[in-house]
């Protein structure tokens, strides 16, 4: 993150979140293909391989083409929760399994076919946020969820 401030408030809503549950963040290079769509291919090879290896495209796909219920991708056009309901949404995510993933993709956006391979698609909001707002919105809102299911006070 280029914005000193937004990644000391990442970092600090990060070590406040790594209380609860185990924290890794996983930053991939934006593609470098001057083609918007190859572009966008290419960052979904990445993000697939971080993900556990789903292939997109033509290669053979595993689960029916979809990653685990438990990858979500931030999406303009998701669902949106309210501080409570992602509250819960995070519960249900814990009982599926160990891992959530949760997808923010580049600038340039993300690949139409890894984009349907994500079973689950969240808004942060309704306005337009830059990459490094929305993760630091994205890691506030999970702390204080997190705050909300055990009863702390910084949800009131």
């Given at each position: 993150m280029k914005n000193t401030a937004l990644r000391a408030l990442v970092s600090d809503f990060g070590d406040r979140v790594s209380h609860f549950a185990p924290l890794d963040i996983v930053e991939l290079r934006d593609g470098k293909a001057a083609d918007p769509?190859?572009?966008?291919?290419?960052?979904?090879?990445?993000?697939?391989?971080?993900?556990?290896?789903?292939?997109?495209?033509?290669?053979?796909?595993?689960?029916?083409?979809?990653?685990?219920?438990?990858?979500?991708?931030?999406?303009?056009r998701g669902e949106t929760l309210d501080t409570a309901g992602f509250s819960r949404f995070l519960e249900r995510a814990a009982h599926k399994g160990p891992v959530l993933d949760i997808v923010l993709g580049s600038?340039?956006?993300?690949?139409?076919?890894?984009?349907?391979?994500?079973?689950t698609h969240l808004r942060l909001s309704a306005m337009t946020l830059t990459h490094e707002?929305?993760?630091?919105?994205?890691?506030?809102?999970?702390?204080?969820?997190?705050?909300?299911?055990?009863?702390?006070?910084?949800?009131?």
């Open positions: 769509v190859a572009r966008l291919a290419e960052e979904a090879k990445s993000i697939a391989a971080a993900l556990g290896g789903l292939k997109t495209g033509n290669g053979s796909k595993q689960n029916g083409g979809k990653f685990s219920p438990n990858t979500v991708l931030l999406d303009e600038s340039h956006g993300i690949d139409p076919e890894l984009k349907k391979a994500i079973p707002w929305a993760r630091a919105l994205l890691f506030e809102q999970v702390y204080r969820a997190y705050c909300l299911q055990k009863g702390f006070p910084y949800h009131h």
